[in-house]
């Protein structure tokens, strides 16, 4: 059973993981509140680097999703993405990384407003963000690139909008960008278990959407992924 550190464990994605992959993987939740319901270790890892080095200490994987939301100048935000790379690179396990990234690292490409008809955005389109948000999930991206250019292997995963409940937001686009909860389960499991065929990986995460504009082609065949869902 593989040893998994995730990060942000009391958030949505965070939550999905501890319940519904509990039983396939030793997990070690972290959160940067101390939260009375949940077994967890207490770090704020923007700041707190030995503590955050001593929980990844014998761990496979680390599953990134930590977020401040109440950073507006992502001060906090980016301080774990550099401490997570580095102390990565200072474990002994060099543990992989699986990243938390976000469709909206390449939202300017989209005006849903305008419509969508035949648009088609690959892993590998132009970062082009769509607000200080995707802004910073790029700079998470390329500091991904770079590390595994250093010999740690990272997935990246552009999360579409996901909720534990599988609510769909009445909302221009959530359809094309719908991510259900057992579909999120499976694409991080598989970050966490596939071989990889390289150690830089980026892939979007979403449902089997009628209406999606970003291809999942290459979490198909390089993880393995098949979607179960659609909205």
């Not at 700041?47 to 001060?75: F, I, K, N, Q």
């Not at 301080?79 to 997570?84: D, G, H, L, T, W």
């Not at 990889?196 to 393995?224: K, Q, T, W």
Request: with cysteine.
């Amino acid at each position: 059973m593989k040893k998994v550190l995730v990060t942000g464990a009391s958030g949505e994605i965070g939550t999905i993981i501890r319940e519904d992959l509990a039983d396939r993987y030793d997990l070690v939740p972290v959160a940067r509140r101390r939260l009375p319901e949940l077994p967890s270790r207490q770090i704020d890892i923007s700041s707190d680097y030995d503590g955050l080095l001593d929980a990844m200490r014998g761990c496979d994987t680390v599953v990134h999703l930590a977020y401040v939301e109440e950073d507006p100048g992502t001060v906090a935000n980016l301080a774990m993405v550099k401490n997570v790379y580095r102390a990565a690179l200072e474990s002994s396990l060099r543990p992989r990384l699986v990243m938390a990234s976000s469709i909206h690292a390449v939202g300017g490409h989209l005006d849903w407003s305008k419509g969508h008809r035949g648009v088609r955005l690959a892993d590998d389109c132009r970062l082009f963000p769509n607000g200080i948000y995707g802004a910073f999930k790029c700079y998470m991206e390329v500091m991904g690139e770079f590390h595994a250019s250093l010999g740690l292997e990272v997935v990246v995963l552009r999360f579409g909008g996901v909720r534990r409940d599988d609510r769909i937001v009445d909302e221009p686009g959530y359809r094309a960008l719908w991510l259900s909860r057992r579909d999120c389960a499976q694409i991080v499991a598989l970050a966490i278990d596939a071989d990889l065929p390289r150690n830089f990986v980026r892939i979007f995460a979403i449902s089997d959407n009628a209406d999606a504009v970003h291809d999942i082609s290459g979490a198909r065949e390089l993880l393995g992924y098949e979607p179960k869902d659609g909205a």
